[in-house]
Antibody, heavy 120, light 107 residues
Framework: QLQLQESGPGLVKPSETLSLTCTVS??????????WGWIRQPPGKGLEWIGS???????YYNPSLKSRVTISVDTSKNQFSLKLSSVTAADTAVYYC????????????WGQGTLVTVSS | SYVLTQPPSVSVAPGKTARITCGGN??????VHWYQQKPGQAPVLVIY???DRPSGIPERFSGSNSGNTATLTISRVEAGDEADYYC??????????FGGGTKLTVL
């Protein structure tokens, strides 16, 4: 069974870039059956889709975050990554990476989530 | 962009039926998926393609979708069903959209 694990700094300063990596185990990130996505959840609030990437490198971003987001994939390491620039306190959230079934658009597997706090 | 609207909260007594709605413009023309999220945990898919259940999800969970409203129905509600529930669609412009979430309270 595919498993996902987020990693990266838990504290980022305002105006800096948030960088997270999701490591996929138990399967190949190069499968044409999946997209790979990032979703976040501010404390006490709902889920927000950040963006998704296909193994080919095609990316899809939330229009509200598009100007600040970059998602990339490293097939050699079976990882995909998120960069969010110019962060503010509003970007404080639990960040989840997820496996998305390409045919359905469902997030079938989730990482455990990692809390990123934006503070000086 | 496409917007999904859920009631902030729904309350139900144990053994009764809970219905959680998800409103969107002509949502009946889209496939709706539902996730359950318990405190401190990642979400779990409970319904996909409007009404299909992943393996391991009890038959008490069902879904429907028509017109401008999709509905998640939980029959014979148990204390363990208390959680936040989110609807989600995959919009035609290749964006994923979540509803604002509904907190289900079991009285």
């Amino acid at each position: 069974q595919l498993q996902l694990q987020e990693s990266g700094p838990g504290l980022v300063k305002p105006s800096e870039t948030l960088s997270l990596t999701c490591t996929v185990s138990g399967g190949s990130i190069s499968s044409s059956s999946y997209y790979w996505g990032w979703i976040r959840q501010p404390p006490g609030k709902g889920l927000e889709w950040i963006g998704s990437i296909y193994y080919s490198g095609s990316t899809y971003y939330n229009p509200s975050l598009k100007s600040r987001v970059t998602i990339s994939v490293d097939t050699s390491k079976n990882q995909f990554s998120l960069k969010l620039s110019s962060v503010t306190a509003a970007d404080t959230a639990v960040y989840y990476c997820g496996l998305i079934i390409a045919a359905a658009g469902t997030v079938n597997e989730w990482g455990q989530g990692t809390l990123v706090t934006v503070s000086s | 962009s496409y917007v999904l609207t859920q009631p902030p909260s729904v309350s139900v007594a144990p053994g009764k039926t809970a219905r959680i709605t998800c409103g969107g413009n002509n949502i009946g023309s889209k496939s709706v998926h539902w996730y359950q999220q318990k405190p401190g945990q990642a979400p779990v898919l409970v319904i996909y393609y409007d009404s299909d259940r992943p393996s391991g999800i009890p038959e008490r969970f069902s879904g429907s979708n028509s017109g401008n409203t999709a509905t998640l129905t939980i029959s014979r509600v148990e204390a363990g069903d208390e959680a936040d529930y989110y609807c989600q669609v995959w919009d035609s412009s290749s964006v994923w959209v979540f509803g604002g979430g509904t907190k289900l309270t079991v009285l």
